[in-house]
């Protein structure tokens, strides 16, 4: 094989409208190893992997792709996987309604005639079941299994398609530990049968444990490929996050004073009783910015959306606002009691793209501005032309469709609406989640200003350069807990990192997030 | 280039408004055509308008169910039952008309609780739930009409599908609705400069006003020429006009809209999408028992099979209006519109004598392409 390597990526290069998500990125894989890829949220690596399985079809970037030696230009994720590569997303693409055989097969049927012949399905399935080591019956239906067993379906499924190059994209994120020890053990006996694992992941005791190479991305770009006896976890983490600042955050000298949210022994279950919140503890001062950083899946959404009362099950735990507390049985609820939640979603939580401005801005506070519940269109217009101008949104006309709007402009929107409510306490989640960066400084200069004027302000953020620019605290979530508390002028992202990333038993537990 | 797409734009979203309109112009253009003058009479065009009536009561309704990504199949059976209680209870029991109306109210309210439950707090899909209100009531009208029609109403009864308003009394609404417009008009003008925001030319109000206001009395004069206002065609007016009001500057309309437009952001924003739409079943079904008194009126009758198949051409009429079924977009005078257009087909092809087989086949490859020309635009703009 020449130059010994199984899958090379040469000089990648892949934009986006208005952001160049991969930057000339080289990735080169060799036979039977298993290669971790590592970065952080937004550093590229889902958008290299789905350059490399054909999501984004041959044209669409820069760049060579080059298997055993041949350059390969895949159209589909069909013709990738002819060529042995297949990708096991974070969201398993399974249905859950089917049985294991039907998922395993389907898309590949063994049929003749288009007829299924199912004594061949059950074969290969069972074939390819105890390759995984999953002692199932191959007519028992998904929904019977548990994510662990899900996950290594999904890899049977992989493997019947005789692939030869395994992605796992964040296998373990929804496992637990047992799980996850037993789907690695499974990535080990594969490397000893010649399987070839890119393997992505964000707890990076795994990779230590399972990798022999490790490339870094940071940025769109590839840092490096190391050995694994190259790096020590410090190592990787300063590799990781040691990205040049740029200073875009305005900070000014702030002086938080009484508590004016608290959250007492918050836990929530989501719909299939997973305990996704456990004891969460914590307060909010009034003027204050409180940071809310973690990896995605830690259960920082999950939180708020649950103090809000609009996700999860089993919600157990006390709010108090001002020193009361509150009984929250909706958003509604919510909102009246003067909370406010900017969703990270905001094409799907926070607007209604096809209504104007006007409307997306009133549509919290209709109440406000109607009397008799007939709603005065002049007072409508006033509150939007207010908040069009306080936050600067770029329109021609407040009747402009949502849909129209720049991702910046978007989320200007969404605070505007949230503002019209009055709001004592504002939670904005991944506030500045695909926006340029001009946009993004003048969200952090809105925050600010909103913080003088007396709100408490949470701000949960992926990105530790935001988090560390904007908050005066910062809390740490791994897996529903919050493992660690920094001030502003202790914090730094690889101690937010160690947080984010070690086992709780590592880091030791510190429920009260004090 | 940006200046030539916001134009582009700005150009679409005013066609797409008065599309519909255009359209129901060219359909009138193209029979009194073929018709030799004979469709756009006053007296075929005063037809037009009664025969339009039930369809567009509904229609109203049914373009704010529509709006909030619900649908109602049963209209046509619950039309018939109220229809079929008012008749009953008049006719076997010697209720009087303000009675019977009453109770045929009652009995849309009712059936509104009944959908708005189901829907709204057992999420039954809004499909499911009317397709087996569509069978259930058909039976329940089997039930109280005991398989016969119910024959004859009280004249008073009668009165509101059969009585006109004298031509005078005509004329003088009209005028009437031309003074209140005007002012109305004026009084938002007066508003908005109060608030200190900008407001038409004074040239260009007037202008408008003026153009407004003979097409009001173009349709008023239309009826006093035949032999005055139609009562049911009033009611549609004043209804349209309610719901009108109701959709653009209500609290509870513009949340409809916003349900349907993101249910999760409506949600999210605090909104009770439960109760708005139990809340909309309930107006909606009394909306259709007055459409059933109507029917019922006019035909001074209840038949065992009033209002069969009406549902479908409620929901073209709405979604030929403009009203789309992914929700949040849909306007109350459009859906008047959309049932002016199917009543058009109707009655023009009938006035030609167009062969059975060729009405169905044109009106329904015409609401396939109307709602093609509204996806059409609708990407565009």
Known sequence: ?514 | MENKKLFNAGFFKHIRRYTMLIALVGIWFIFSFLTEGIFISPRNLSNLFVQTVAVAIIAIGMTLVIVTRNIDLSVGSVAALAGAVAAFLQVKMGWPTASVIAAALAVGILIGFWHGFWIAYRAVPAFIVTLASMMVFRGLVLGVTNGTTIAPLSDSFKAIGQSYLSPHLSAWIGILVIIAYVFLDFDRRRKRIKYGFKVNGLVFEILKLSLVSSAIAGFFAIMVFNRGIHCAVLLVMLLALVFHFIAEHTVFGRQLYAIGGNPDAAELSGLNIKKSVLLLYVVFGALTAVAGLVLTARLNAATTSAGQGMELDVIAAAVIGGTSLMGGEGTIIGAVIGALIMASLDNGMSLMNTNITYQYIIKGLILLLAVWVDIATRNKA
């Open chain 1, 1 to 514: 094989m020449p130059d010994g390597y199984i899958l090379q990526m040469e000089s990648i290069t892949k934009d986006f409208p208005g952001v160049r998500a991969l930057d000339k990125v080289t990735f080169n894989v060799q036979p039977g190893h298993i290669h971790a890829l590592v970065g952080e949220n937004g550093a590229g690596k889902s958008t290299l992997m789905k350059v490399l399985s054909g999501v984004y079809p041959s044209g669409t970037y820069q760049g060579n792709i080059i298997i055993n030696g041949e350059k390969q230009s895949f159209r589909s994720i069909k013709d990738s996987e002819n060529h042995g590569i297949v990708i096991i997303y974070q969201e398993l693409a399974l249905i859950k309604e089917l049985n294991i055989t039907e998922n395993i097969c389907v898309g590949n049927e063994i049929s003749r005639w288009g007829i299924v012949n199912w004594d061949e399905s059950y074969l290969k399935t069972e074939k390819a079941l105890a390759q995984v080591g999953l002692r199932e019956n191959f007519l028992t239906s998904l929904a019977n299994l548990g994510v662990g067993e899900q996950q290594l379906v999904a890899i049977a499924k992989a493997l019947s398609k005789e692939a030869k190059i395994l992605v796992l994209d964040e296998p373990t994120a929804a496992l637990s530990q047992e799980e996850a020890e037993g789907l690695l053990k499974i990535l080990l006996k594969l490397k000893a049968e010649g399987v070839t694992c890119i393997y992505i992941s964000h707890r990076l005791k795994e990779v230590f444990d399972i990798a022999d190479e490790i490339t870094v991305l940071r940025d769109g770009k590839t840092v490096g490929t190391y050995a694994k006896q190259e790096l020590s976890e410090n190592k990787l983490i300063s590799l990781m996050v040691g990205r040049e600042l740029v200073d875009i955050y305005p900070h000014r000298k702030r002086l938080p004073q009484e508590v004016i949210f608290k959250v007492k022994d918050w836990t929530v279950y989501d719909p299939a009783v997973n305990k996704i919140i456990s004891d969460v503890n914590f307060e909010l001062r009034k003027g204050e910015i409180l940071g809310i950083s973690g990896l995605v899946g830690a259960g920082r959404t999950e939180l708020v959306m649950s103090l809000f009362n609009a996700w999860g099950r089993r919600i157990s735990g006390k709010i108090f606002l001002e020193g009361k507390e509150l009984q929250i049985n909706n958003p509604a609820g919510a909102i009246k009691a003067g909370i406010a939640l900017a969703s990270e979603d905001r094409k799907r939580y926070g607007l209604v793209l096809n209504e104007d401005i006007k409307r997306n801005i009133s549509l919290a506070s209709l109440l406000k501005i109607a009397k008799a519940s007939i709603i005065n269109d002049n007072e409508e217009i006033k509150y939007a032309e207010k908040y069009t101008s306080d936050l600067r949104i770029k329109t021609p006309s407040i009747e402009q469709k949502a849909l129209n709007l720049s991702g910046g402009n978007q989320q200007k929107v969404v605070l505007g609406k949230w503002l019209m409510t009055m709001p004592k306490v504002l939670i904005l989640d991944e506030p500045t989640r695909g926006i340029d960066i001009g946009a993004k400084s003048e969200i952090y200069n809105i925050i600010n200003d909103l913080v003088s004027l007396g709100l408490g302000v949470v701000v949960i953020s992926s990105e530790l350069p935001e988090v560390i620019g904007i908050s005066d605290r910062i809390l740490v979530m791994q897996e529903g807990r919050f493992t660690g508390e920094l001030m502003i002028e202790e914090a730094t992202q690889e101690k937010i990192m160690r947080y984010a990333t070690g086992r709780i038993k590592e880091t030791g537990v510190n429920q009260d997030g004090k």
